[in-house]
């Protein structure tokens, strides 16, 4: 018995060593023959193969999160790729850079850059955050007279703007700050343009009112701008942001206040009852300044409001209360 069982015990270690040997065997000739990859497919369709789905993967992921940390902050992939292990005849290499390139095609990027706004109308567009803030800083050096309606926001859009250099933005968005002599003699010159000429500035409405008289030709004469009614007292707006260059009486205007805006367009606001401010004040866009009144040349109580570039009457109703 015992004898049989020593041969049954040799018997199977020779069977378990050929086959640990055809094993051995087999996975030589796979070593050196053959090579585990993964197949990669998008969408069912094959696009690939790669030696590490979880490095693949994990770039994908990251590409998805933070985008080219440039100008893409990130983009929407619907459709990931799926894995399949399988053995491959050497020679046959793997293609991660077109895969990768494949999958993130087919998402939607948005790109991060930030808008520089005058007042609530964009601009200019910059890449990044400092250069939005170099724009800020120059024109507060430079002390541009449109300098506290100048801000930035952060946006992530699918379409790509144009950049604009900071120098190159900084110098069209400057506005001079004029020198004010105070209640200096100031253009009352009939001359008017019907011309819609751009302003460089968006303009609000100075008083909410009934128009009596519009600008242009009329029965009594050329009229240089736009008669707004309201009642006495009713508070004027600044319609943007400037420089007082007259507060005081003047003539048929009675007491008016003109603001400048810079490159020569000015605002002048007649007929009023009280003047809040004085030549040289720096007033922002909807500060008060006067109140209506029925002041000079007037029939009752309304607000004159003249829109003037380079001295020239424009209408103002090519800018406001159209």
């Avoid at 200096?184 to 409405?205: C, E, R, W």
């Avoid at 400048?260 to 606001?269: A, K, L, M, Q, R």
């Avoid at 009852?273 to 500060?287: C, I, K, N, P």
Wanted: glycine share 8%.
């Amino acid at each position: 018995m015992f004898k049989k069982l020593i041969i049954f015990l040799r018997t199977w270690t020779k069977l378990i060593t050929l086959l640990l040997i055809a094993i051995a065997i087999i996975c030589f000739i796979i070593f050196f023959v053959y090579n585990p990859m993964y197949s990669v497919t998008l969408n069912g369709e094959f696009i690939g193969y790669t030696e590490d789905k979880k490095d693949m993967q994990k770039k994908i992921d990251e590409y998805q999160k933070s985008g080219d940390n440039k100008t893409i902050a990130f983009v929407d992939i619907e459709t990931l790729p799926e894995y399949k292990l399988c053995l491959l005849q050497k020679g046959i290499e793997s293609n991660d850079d077109e895969i990768f390139k494949t999958v993130i095609d087919t998402g939607i990027p948005y790109y991060k850059y930030y808008a520089i706004l005058n007042g609530t109308e964009e601009k200019y567009y910059v890449q990044t955050y400092e250069e939005a803030e170099k724009i800020m800083t120059e024109l507060k050096d430079k002390n541009s007279m449109n300098k506290d309606n100048i801000s930035y926001l952060l946006k992530y859009e699918t379409e790509l703007k144009t950049f604009t250099g900071t120098d190159e933005a900084v110098a069209s968005l400057y506005v001079e700050t004029p020198k004010v002599t105070k209640n200096t003699s100031i253009n009352t010159k009939k001359t008017v343009d019907y011309k819609n000429t751009p302003l460089g500035i968006a303009l609000i409405k100075p008083i909410n009112g009934t128009i009596t008289s519009r600008f242009g030709s009329r029965s009594r004469g050329l009229h240089t701008g736009l008669d707004i009614a309201n009642s006495t007292g009713t508070p004027i707006k600044a319609a943007a942001t400037g420089v007082v260059t007259y507060a005081g009486y003047k003539g048929s205007y009675g007491y008016l206040v003109v603001v400048s805006h810079g490159n020569g367009v000015e605002t002048y606001y007649a007929h009023c009852s009280r003047l809040y401010v004085s030549a040289g004040d720096s007033v922002s866009q909807g500060t008060v300044i006067a109140a209506v009144g029925s002041t000079g040349n007037s029939t009752g109580p309304h607000l004159h409001l003249e829109v003037r570039v380079n001295g020239v009457a424009k209408n103002p109703q090519n800018y406001l209360y159209n």
